[in-house]
């Protein structure tokens, strides 16, 4: 049956079965051999492909409780995470995000933890704990993608800081394939224009 729920998925797109064959090997014997695999790709294609929140979050949360010593746990609790930000359970989030961080010693799921983390509090409007998470990735990124994140972040943060220079010379550090010169261009004539500048001395 597991067989059958990947050839499925995978040779014939027929999501719905293949959910349904998984189903069927996780009821008749819960504790299959199976049931890690099963869990995980169920997790994968209820947050990827179906868009049911819901059931990622349950399997997800399954993996990781039943499985605990699973290699990929850290990398399931940044989908968890990520699935509780989807669903607007930010407090959650923020627990499986600092965990993650506090846990991993995979560099870069440190950082993708932290950007996560980021993107939660500049929801809330709480942007300096958030620039305190984004500026190191910035200075010493683990990969392009996680300095481009940062850097784009960082510039929206430092503008609604009214940190106008700081926003612009972050600005300057996007590559042109990110961020096109015509974009950064507009985006720093408009915040040249928030800049007061300083009043004439009198007579």
Same mark, same amino acid.
């Given at each position: 049956? %597991?067989?059958q729920?990947?050839?499925?998925?995978?040779?014939?797109?027929h @999501?719905c079965?293949?959910?349904?064959q998984?189903?069927?090997?996780?009821?008749?014997?819960?504790?299959? =051999?199976?049931?890690?695999?099963?869990h995980t790709?169920?997790?994968?294609?209820?947050q990827?492909?179906?868009?049911? @929140?819901?059931?990622?979050?349950?399997?997800?949360?399954?993996? $990781?409780?039943?499985?605990?010593? %699973? &290699?990929?746990?850290?990398?399931?609790? *940044?989908?968890?995470a990520?699935?509780?930000?989807?669903?607007?359970?930010?407090e959650?989030?923020? @627990?499986?995000?600092?965990?993650? =961080?506090?846990?991993?010693?995979d560099g870069?799921?440190?950082?993708?933890?932290? @950007?996560q983390?980021?993107?939660?509090y500049?929801?809330?409007?709480?942007?300096? &704990?958030? =620039?305190d998470?984004?500026? &190191?990735?910035?200075?010493?990124?683990?990969?392009?993608?996680c300095?481009h994140l940062?850097?784009?972040? *960082?510039s929206?943060?430092l503008?609604?800081?009214?940190d106008?220079?700081?926003? $612009?010379?972050?600005?300057?550090?996007?590559?042109d394939?990110?961020?096109?010169?015509?974009?950064?261009?507009? =985006?720093?004539?408009?915040?040249?224009?928030?800049?007061?500048?300083?009043?004439?001395?009198?007579?």
């Amino acid at each position: 049956l %597991d067989n059958q729920g990947t050839l499925h998925t995978f040779h014939n797109n027929h @999501i719905c079965e293949a959910l349904n064959q998984w189903n069927r090997v996780l009821a008749i014997n819960s504790n299959s =051999r199976h049931a890690l695999p099963i869990h995980t790709r169920m997790a994968e294609i209820y947050q990827n492909v179906v868009g049911d @929140i819901p059931n990622a979050i349950k399997h997800y949360q399954l993996v $990781i409780s039943r499985f605990p010593n %699973d &290699p990929n746990n850290h990398q399931n609790r *940044l989908q968890l995470a990520n699935c509780y930000v989807r669903s607007d359970q930010f407090e959650a989030a923020i @627990i499986e995000l600092k965990n993650l =961080r506090s846990k991993t010693k995979d560099g870069h799921l440190k950082q993708q933890a932290a @950007i996560q983390l980021a993107m939660i509090y500049i929801i809330r409007k709480q942007f300096q &704990p958030a =620039r305190d998470l984004l500026e &190191p990735i910035a200075k010493s990124p683990h990969c392009d993608r996680c300095r481009h994140l940062a850097l784009m972040t *960082l510039s929206d943060i430092l503008e609604i800081q009214e940190d106008y220079e700081k926003a $612009i010379d972050i600005l300057g550090q996007i590559p042109d394939n990110v961020l096109s010169d015509d974009q950064k261009q507009t =985006r720093i004539s408009n915040i040249r224009k928030k800049i007061v500048s300083p009043a004439s001395p009198g007579p």
